[in-house]
């Protein structure tokens, strides 16, 4: 639907704080979630436990979280979490969208957090607020706190129920004044009603009867439209090509406005059709970018460049365990730059005036998004408000929001808020990707099968989430992407660190960015390669051990979670023991399996896949997937499986279809055609497998098994074919050239 948001002039500037007060609602939540604290609190007092709940005179509450909704569910699981702890019915809690005006700073929404960082606080937070409502009710029916029980918000005197106040009555829309001590006793195991069980997503049937609203979906009264200019793919940065001259007689005829701002430069139209014509015919006098060494040179400037090493691991002596091995496997992947590819392009709405700004869009970080608008709009940060509203599907794209600065940069030039939409070529050109990875792996055994040595080198650049418009905007140089926060080192526990071996080395060849091509986060970062190279030499020593993939791994892992959750794949897929290595098959169909263990951050996964090989076209179809994660206390294992599900079929379409093209001047691939993605028709069957751990605290759900997804992917591949592949996309080119190389 395209409603018309209230609110959005100059006249409701906020008394002053100067930010912009819009009020509407995107959920159809009630008008009462507001009413405890009002539109424009902060900032806020983390400290007090009106910062993160409001009880209402219905007896309703509204849970105040910092973490945004992204199609993951992590609304639903966190509002878990607090009716677990106020002994609420879910139908009692509410939350609202992300507002740097309503909601405090619980960080970024990135890393699979949201339950894992967020949840503890909202957890504590609603235990906290329960102790004070039973403080009150123990006043109110002249009783011991300890005499009390509560069933949905209802207080009562264990043993004589008529006896009884509500939540809503004690407090009703008034605040608590009750610090948040973190002290107050949190449900053990064997109370909980909620937490572990499968509790219905709160967003979907708003999204199911088409009353959901997505930001591209936005629209706000007297509303323009501005379009970027750019000269092409991945040219327009700081360290790129830089605007010389901008001729605006050649849009004379256009009805629009040209903006400039330091190296930024944008149009403005009344009509959207007109921002588009404007970008297109405007004149613009670049400078010449460095060259780029094109997609046939990536892996050989990535090794050749001066790289700050960082030693992630280094225990005992890998060198003097190789020379122990009896058989010793060591290979080079190559895994390129991939894109976000959003279901839907970025989008955002700016309104900007002298005394304050409001930003609406889909980041992944309200608050670090406000900073960065401060500093671009030349504002304080408590003059600037950013509001969220969904994106669909944007996988770590939005951590980074260049679209809403644009929006904030042109609306500022203008005085009228400004919609900016980016095109799927603009998406695709100008992203910041998922790093390319050159790895080189070896792992050696003994004549038992056990690991002896193992040795990872890998070649990649790190991020930074600056955005482009305000490297342009302030003509700041890009950060070199090889130190820093923003750096992205070879994991530890993705290399291999879920087998015993004495002897491992792991080291981290940091490279500076290649040409223009910036880093950023892309779901499961880097991960999705490690688990590539590292689980193809595991399997590839299974064979020269003679063992079954399957047992090899057993017989090294340490850890008993990752022995878990590895059966527990296993057990899914109906594995069946054979010796490592090539199937027997004739015809132009061959059928592989494969299993591979794989993680991001501290969670465990595993996957087995099944697929099938068309030996003459080169087409690889995955057929079943079978994928199990243990992360620790699972909030709501319906949450975690869809989690599950989408991750594994995301695995499948990078591991099969996904990479940036680029020359030497820019990126090419600007499209669904020559940047493909896995359509809905060639999805694989998902079984997804959850391990329930209630007493582990809960780590991240949604993004762990993607890596392992990659790495089976490529074992069955082999098991089909007799021949690895070292390179993803695994594309029918790639398939056929190896085949033959074979043959």
Not at 255 to 271: H, I, L, M, N, T
Not at 469 to 486: D, F, I, N, S
């Amino acid at each position: 639907m395209n409603a018309h948001h209230e609110g959005f002039s100059r006249r409701d500037l906020l008394k002053g704080g100067g930010a912009l007060l819009v009020g509407f609602s995107l959920t159809g939540l009630p008008s009462v979630a507001q009413a405890a604290r009002g539109d424009a609190a902060g900032p806020f007092d983390g400290n007090a436990i009106d910062t993160w709940i409001a009880i209402h005179k219905d007896n309703t509450a509204t849970i105040y979280i910092g973490k945004g909704e992204f199609g993951q569910g992590n609304t639903t699981g966190l509002l878990q979490m607090a009716a677990e702890e106020l002994d609420l019915d879910m139908s009692q809690v509410h939350s609202v969208p992300l507002d740097t005006n309503v909601v405090t700073n619980q960080g970024a929404t990135t890393s699979s957090s949201s339950i894992e960082r967020g949840g503890p606080q909202i957890r504590a937070a609603a235990a906290e607020a329960r102790r004070a409502l039973l403080n009150l009710a123990s006043v109110r029916l002249g009783v011991q706190s300890g005499s009390l029980v509560v069933a949905n918000g209802v207080v009562s005197i264990d043993g004589h129920p008529a006896r009884k106040v509500s939540y809503g009555e004690l407090l009703g829309d008034k605040p608590f004044n009750v610090k948040f001590t973190g002290t107050a006793p949190q449900k053990t195991i064997n109370r909980y009603r909620l937490v572990g069980t499968r509790v219905a997503r709160v967003d979907i049937p708003d999204k199911m009867a088409l009353k959901y609203e997505y930001m591209q979906q936005v629209r706000v009264p007297d509303m323009l439209h501005g379009r970027i200019v750019r000269p092409g793919g991945q040219r327009a940065y700081g360290a790129g090509a830089k605007p010389v001259a901008v001729d605006t007689d050649s849009i004379k005829n256009i009805p629009a406005k040209v903006v400039r701002k330091g190296d930024f430069v944008g149009v403005v139209a009344e009509s959207e059709w007109d921002a588009v014509r404007a970008a297109r015919a405007l004149k613009v006098t670049w400078t010449d970018p460095p060259a780029l060494p094109g997609n046939a040179g990536l892996y050989e400037a990535m090794r050749a460049s001066k790289t700050n090493d960082i030693v992630i691991a280094d225990w005992g002596d890998a060198a003097k365990g190789f020379t122990q091995a009896v058989h010793v496997a060591q290979s080079t992947y190559n895994c390129p730059y991939q894109s976000h590819a959003p279901f839907a392009a970025n989008c955002a709405i700016g309104n900007v005036s002298d005394k304050g700004a409001l930003v609406i869009c889909s980041t992944q970080d309200i608050y670090n998004t406000r900073d960065m608008l401060a500093e671009v709009l030349g504002l304080k940060a408590d003059q600037v408000r950013v509001k969220y509203v969904e994106g669909s599907g944007t996988f770590g794209r939005s951590c980074y929001d260049d679209c809403a600065q644009a929006a904030a940069v042109m609306s500022q030039a203008v005085g009228k808020p400004v919609r900016v939409q980016f095109s799927r070529g603009d998406e695709l050109g100008w992203d910041d990707y998922g790093p390319a990875h050159l790895a080189d792996v070896r792992a050696g055994i003994d004549a038992d099968g056990k690991l002896v040595a193992y040795e990872y080198h890998g070649w990649q650049h790190g991020w930074m989430v600056n955005e482009t418009t305000h490297e342009l905007v302030l003509q700041t140089k890009p950060a070199e992407r090889t130190t820093g926060a923003g750096s992205i080192p070879v994991n530890r526990m993705s290399t291999g660190s879920m087998y015993q071996v004495s002897n491992r080395r792991v080291v981290s060849h940091m490279v500076p960015m290649v040409g223009q091509l910036k880093g950023a986060p892309l779901r499961s970062p880097l991960d999705l390669s490690f688990a590539f190279a590292s689980e193809q030499i595991i399997d590839e020593l299974a064979l020269a051990a003679k063992m079954d993939p399957l047992e090899f791994r057993r017989k090294n892992i340490g850890d008993a979670r990752w022995l878990g959750v590895l059966n527990a794949a296993a057990a899914a897929g109906g594995w069946t023991p054979r010796v490592a290595g090539p199937r027997e098959a004739s015809g132009d169909i061959a059928i592989g399996r494969g299993i591979a263990l794989g993680t991001h951050h501290v969670s465990y996964g595993a996957a087995v896949a099944e697929i099938e090989v068309n030996r003459r076209t080169g087409v690889i179809v995955a057929k079943k997937l079978y994928g199990a994660l243990d992360a620790g206390q699972i909030i709501n294992p319906a949450l975690v499986e869809a989690q599950i599900m989408g991750q594994m079929i995301q695995a499948t379409s990078r591991t099969l279809k996904e990479e940036v093209t680029f020359d030497k001047t820019g990126v090419t691939s600007l499209d669904w055609m020559s940047y493909p993605v896995l359509r809905f028709a060639e999805h694989p069957d998902v079984t997804p497998v959850v391990v329930q751990r209630l007493d582990e605290p809960s780590t991240g759900a949604g993004e762990e098994v993607m890596g392992a997804t990659a790495a089976a992917l490529a074992n069955a591949f082999y098991d089909a074919t007799g021949v690895r592949l070292r390179q993803y996309p695994m594309t029918p080119e790639r398939v056929k050239a190896a085949l033959a190389q074979r043959s």
